[in-house]
């Protein structure tokens, strides 16, 4: 079992910067693939990153198109964290964001790949 929380979420004008951060409990944080996804009003849940353990004794991050160039994640193993580095955010990054965790296997983007969910936490940048 895997509790997740954010935290870091807030409000930002546009071409601001924000940094969610998600803790997770349980002892094998190493071995999960740790994701952000978001979601806005009246859409669907989308993928924004993920960090997982890759060949090569490494972890990658994979970022979603509407985000590359703007957003980095970055996970800490000692403490069970990842983080979202959010900077030139745009109204358009408005919504919720959700940390997810999942094993290492699957479809990275899906959220069918992921068991645990946070709470989210609301991100509202302006204009």
């Known amino acids: 079992q895997v509790q997740l929380v954010e935290s870091g979420g807030g409000s930002v004008q546009a071409g601001g910067s924000l940094r969610l951060s998600c803790a997770a409990s349980?002892?094998?944080?190493?071995?999960?693939?740790m994701g952000w996804f978001r979601q806005a009003p009246g859409k669907e849940r989308e993928f924004v990153a993920v960090s997982r353990w890759s060949s090569g004794n490494a972890y990658y991050g994979y970022l979603g198109d509407s985000v590359k160039g703007r957003f980095t994640i970055y996970r800490d193993n000692a403490k069970s964290t990842v983080n979202l580095q959010m900077n030139s955010l745009k109204p358009e990054d408005t919504a919720v964001y959700y940390c997810a965790a999942g094993l290492n296997s699957g479809t990275y983007y899906s959220t069918a790949m992921y068991d645990y969910w946070g709470q989210g936490t609301q991100v509202t940048v302006s204009s």
């Open positions: 349980g002892r094998t944080f190493s071995t999960y693939a």
